[in-house]
């Protein structure tokens, strides 16, 4: 099994910075990809960025230009750099990982309880 923890949630004003971190343990031999995702109330999850293994980048258009997307492959652990926030940045924000537990095993995603992200105006 995998285990995902996120951290560095928490309350900022409108136009500050966060960074969420995501360190995954457990029966890994190799992360294919990582993501971070989030969800509004009453609203479905989304995806925010997403990295590959081999470095590409993927961004939701909301978040572009602010949000960054990184990863430390020796500590499986994926970052999201969040800049200039907005209110309608507020959302419950969960990472994902696509891995296998063996050179030939499938790839499996495993999901993050989730961290939340306030942004007052």
């Known amino acids: 099994q995998v285990q995902l923890v996120e951290s560095g949630g928490g309350l900022v004003q409108a136009g500050g910075s966060l960074r969420l971190s995501c360190a995954a343990s457990?029966?890994?031999?190799?992360?294919?990809?990582m993501g971070w995702y989030r969800q509004a109330p009453g609203n479905q999850r989304e995806l925010v960025a997403a990295?590959?293994?081999?470095?590409?980048?993927n961004y939701a258009d909301s978040v572009k230009g602010r949000f960054t997307i990184s990863g430390d492959n020796a500590k499986n652990t994926v970052y999201l750099q969040m800049n200039r926030l907005k209110p309608e940045d507020t959302a419950d924000y969960y990472c994902?990982?696509?891995?296998?537990?063996?050179?030939?095993?499938?790839?499996?995603?495993?999901w993050g309880h989730g961290t939340q992200v306030t942004v007052s105006s």
């Open positions: 994902k990982i696509s891995s296998r537990s063996s050179p030939h095993s499938a790839l499996n995603d495993y």
């Open positions: 990295m590959t293994r081999g470095g590409s980048t």
């Open positions: 457990g029966s890994i031999f190799s992360i294919n990809a």
